[in-house]
T-cell receptor
Framework: GAGVSQSPSNKVTEKGKDVELRCDPI?????LYWYRQSLGQGLEFLIY????????KSGLPSDRFSAERTGGSVSTLTIQRTQQEDSAVYLC???????????FGAGTRLSVL | LAKTTQPISMDSYEGQEVNITCSHN???????ITWYQQFPSQGPRFIIQ???TKVTNEVASLFIPADRKSSTLSLPRVSLSDTAVYYC?????????FGGGTRVLVKP
């Protein structure tokens, strides 16, 4: 597809389990972003990848959160030992180099029971 | 990034023009003003971006006065499908800081 693709669309997990969320950016986009959106709230920046540069991890809320981007394309956001407060929609976006317009996927809705 | 302030919600009727004003008193010289639209269960969608004066595209117009301390998104002749949350952001660089947005409800 032409847009940003995220999987799964919904994830239900138990407290304490690890989860992996996947993002396929738009082909050719060098920048990739992860955000978190809690119910009825705006988006919270988590992490940003640009090409081969070291990622900007300044938004990650704790060391339970990590992300990687393999081959400059697909990215995985991992949350270890999930907590109920991790329940939110996790959104991925990508953009072209030098363009500050981000294109978002539909998100992964994470529910931690 | 500029801190932005916009109304929490607005109601309108089909066929009317909707204007949403956003204030960004501390906008930096290199900040662009960008608006996104978000429908329930979807990610935000880029609508329009500008630096100063007026920008128009097939979806909306964006008015930015000379001092750039505010901006107004104008949606002409809204329809029910324009019901969404609209976010105003100052975007310089790579991190987008979203506030709570303006929830626009278009009524029949």
């Amino acid at each position: 597809g032409a847009g940003v693709s995220q999987s799964p669309s919904n994830k239900v997990t138990e407290k304490g389990k690890d989860v992996e969320l996947r993002c396929d950016p738009i082909s050719g986009h060098t920048a990739l972003y992860w955000y978190r959106q809690s119910l009825g709230q705006g988006l919270e920046f988590l992490i940003y990848f640009q090409g081969n540069s070291a990622p900007d991890k300044s938004g990650l809320p704790s060391d339970r959160f990590s992300a990687e981007r393999t081959g400059g394309s697909v990215s995985t956001l991992t949350i270890q030992r999930t907590q109920q407060e991790d329940s939110a929609v996790y959104l991925c976006a990508s953009s072209s180099a030098g363009v500050n317009i981000q294109y978002f996927g539909a998100g992964t809705r994470l529910s931690v029971l | 990034l500029a801190k932005t302030t916009q109304p929490i919600s607005m109601d309108s009727y089909e066929g009317q023009e909707v204007n949403i004003t956003c204030s960004h008193n501390n906008i930096a010289t290199n900040d662009y003003i960008t608006w996104y639209q978000q429908f329930p269960s979807q990610g935000p969608r880029f609508i329009i971006q500008g630096y100063k004066t007026k920008v128009t595209n097939e979806v909306a117009s964006l008015f930015i006065p000379a001092d750039r301390k505010s901006s107004t998104l104008s949606l002409p002749r809204v329809s029910l499908s324009d019901t969404a949350v609209y976010y105003c952001l100052g975007t310089a660089g790579n991190k987008l800081t979203f506030g709570g947005g303006t929830r626009v409800l278009v009524k029949p």
